[in-house]
């Protein structure tokens, strides 16, 4: 049984205080920025050249100063609610993704992960907690205290306005703010069913040793991997690709889904070597390892698969609304939109390549480590290009992202061990236990 320590408690609240803190001071600064200040700032981003626009809405419409200046206003004062709305997103699909994870295994009858059962318990449990962030972001903007979504302007899909735009006037039937709030309730509902759900069913086979409850399992892990099939292409639409609504790719659902499952095996990675190198999981051993580390080393490439295969296509049709997307990273995000490729391709490639390597506990640990770091850079590059624009070299936005980070993080690590401190390590009712206990790599 694990026994969550006062000194990680302790080192968890710390993360959620100081995270706090710092969101706070960097939302006051933001909120102190003026319009003289943020028209300079405009004419400077101007200044240097690199004009190119983040957001394909600044390609419709009125292109007069003020048209420009209030565009760039409303840029500006979106730094704190872009800053936890990636990080928000981020961690929730990432525990989907491990609880996603969960139910393959269970589907498939895999013998291996059973030992690592518990752990992956403990990471879906932060699914609500994460769901009611994403449910008050949710809300601030349909009430219009939050400009993340240029879709809901009203202004935009009103005919014979200035500002009409046809094409989200045509996709007003999916992108309308009471089918967008229904959606995220449901996104969150359903997540949060299932996690209690799967949990409580695997603490009665435990209980009853029962094949039939094993069964009961088995069904539930099936029904929310087709919820998480449809949810999580759809929250990806949403939360993520509506930002730049005149933008689309095929690829996206899978790009962006597939960037927390691999963090999702990092968190599973982190969280299996703590509980083996304090005496809490001695049954996880190398031949575990070694397989997390093969599913870290095949998402890493399944993600540069699907980030070149969605950045080439579109950069060769040189269609504008799609070159865009990527033109304005080019521009104003050049520091962290291509060189993630390094943490989240090169690395892993370099490193995870060996199968000796992926035995060895403290290189997977700081390739974990890598890979949830570069991760979190590419949901920043998701977001605050197409909610901040150029407008994010600045004091507060770096006191708002490391805000929101330390926070979520803080919280995540809170709800993750609290809840790990409740479940019986072992789960002993599984048929496949012993399967797992003597698992070994045959190469």
Not at 3 to 10: D, E, N
Not at 86 to 112: D, K, R
Not at 200 to 205: G, L
Not at 216 to 245: E, H, K, Q, T
Request: charged fraction near 15%; hydrophobic fraction near 50%.
């Amino acid at each position: 049984m694990y026994s969550f320590s006062p000194k990680l408690k302790s080192a968890s609240i710390i993360l959620l205080v100081v995270g706090l803190v710092l969101f706070a001071v960097g939302f006051f600064m933001n909120k102190g920025i003026t319009t003289e200040k943020i028209e300079h700032m405009m004419e400077a981003v101007h200044a240097s050249g690199h004009d190119a626009p983040t957001h394909s809405s600044q390609m419709v419409g009125p292109q007069d100063h003020e048209s420009h200046l209030k565009h760039a206003e409303m840029q500006v004062h979106n730094q704190p609610l872009a800053a936890i709305h990636f990080v928000a997103v981020f961690f929730f699909g990432v525990s989907c993704c491990v609880l996603f994870f969960y139910c393959i295994q269970h589907a498939a009858h895999a013998g291996w992960p059973i030992i690592i059962t518990r752990v992956m318990e403990a990471i879906a449990s932060y699914i609500p907690w994460g769901g009611i962030i994403l449910i008050i972001i949710m809300v601030l903007n349909i009430t219009h205290n939050g400009h993340l979504f240029h879709w809901m302007d009203p202004e935009l899909t009103k005919e014979g306005s200035p500002e009409f735009d046809v094409i989200l006037f045509e996709k007003k039937k999916f992108l309308n703010i009471p089918f967008y709030a229904i959606r995220t309730v449901i996104y969150v509902a359903g997540a949060s069913f299932f996690a209690w759900k799967l949990k409580a069913m695997s603490k009665k086979v435990d209980e009853t040793k029962s094949r039939v409850d094993y069964q009961y399992l088995y069904r539930w892990a099936v029904g929310y991997i087709a919820f998480f099939g449809f949810a999580s292409a759809a929250w990806a639409w949403d939360w993520l690709m509506s930002i730049d609504p005149h933008w689309y790719s095929t690829m996206y659902i899978w790009y962006s889904m597939v960037s927390c499952l691999s963090s999702g095996i990092a968190v599973i990675i982190l969280l299996s070597v703590f509980l083996k190198k304090n005496g809490f999981l001695p049954q996880f051993n190398d031949n575990h390892l070694h397989d997390l580390g093969v599913f870290l080393f095949a998402t890493s490439m399944l993600w540069t698969y699907t980030w070149f295969a969605q950045f080439m296509l579109y950069w060769y049709a040189n269609v504008p609304e799609e070159v865009n997307y990527f033109f304005g990273r080019f521009e104003h995000y050049s520091t962290t939109f291509l060189p993630m490729l390094i943490v989240n391709f090169l690395l892993p490639l370099l490193v995870l390549v060996s199968s000796s390597i992926k035995r060895n506990y403290k290189v997977v640990t700081i390739m974990a480590v890598v890979v949830i770091c570069g991760h979190i850079l590419d949901y920043f590059n998701m977001v605050m290009p197409g909610t901040v624009g150029p407008y994010w070299k600045t004091p507060e936005v770096l006191l708002l992202v490391v805000g929101a980070i330390l926070f979520v993080a803080g919280l995540f690590m809170f709800t993750v061990l609290s809840a790990l401190a409740k479940l019986k390590l072992i789960p002993t009712g599984n048929p496949y236990l012993h399967e797992s206990e003597i698992y070994e790599y045959p190469f």
